[in-house]
């Protein structure tokens, strides 16, 4: 479609309005479409778009629309939005490097203790970082965890095994050392 020339000659510009929510649909529907292999690349993209973006805010988006790092269908890691996997061929294999090393640097800074009983667990975090890292573990990619509930200063850890607590508090206590 073309645009009509403005009086003084140049062609006006309709663009989508500069909200986050704008922001964020021009990124879901970027990544749905193409294989984007870094936050470089998807800011190069939406400039071309006329949205300038910073890079902090680029990783926020990301982390807000669930958008992670997998091994696309040529082997390049590439971004995926969940449940887009299959229509890019994307295998669902995690980037260790990329998704464990946000989660295990946080559990570092942010877990305090972590208790276990049955299939759930109780982390322990200083008062208002619980949903931070709740939504940390919600956006890994782990195995052995169904989902998490937060408070304002514990994280609720519900295992996919009926007796998967114990195995799962370790392994956080474990990130938390550095191990």
């Not at 006006?12 to 870094?38: D, E, F, W």
């Not at 690349?41 to 890079?55: C, P, S, W």
């Not at 939005?81 to 890019?88: K, Q, S």
């Not at 949903?131 to 890994?140: E, G, K, T, V």
């Amino acid at each position: 479609m073309s645009l009509p020339a403005s009086p003084g000659g140049s062609r006006n510009i309709v663009s989508a309005p500069s909200t986050k929510i704008a922001r964020q649909a021009r990124i879901r529907a970027l990544l749905s479409t193409r294989a984007v292999r870094s936050q470089a690349e998807l800011a190069g993209l939406l400039a071309g778009e006329g949205i300038q973006v910073t890079q902090g805010t680029l990783s926020r988006d990301l982390l807000d629309l669930g958008a992670t790092r997998v091994r696309g269908g040529d082997g390049a890691h590439v971004y995926a939005l969940r449940g887009d996997e299959e229509l890019a061929g994307i295998s669902r294999e995690p980037d260790a490097e990329a998704l464990d090393a946000r989660l295990l640097r946080l559990c570092g800074e942010l877990l305090v203790a972590a208790e276990a009983s049955a299939n759930l667990v109780v982390l322990h975090t200083p008062p208002g970082a619980a949903n931070f890292l709740a939504q940390s573990i919600d956006h890994s990619v782990i195995p052995a965890v169904l989902g998490t509930i937060a408070g304002d200063d514990t994280v609720m850890v519900i295992t996919r095994a009926a007796d998967g607590g114990a195995d799962v508090a370790a392994r956080f206590l474990e990130w938390a050392d550095g191990v």
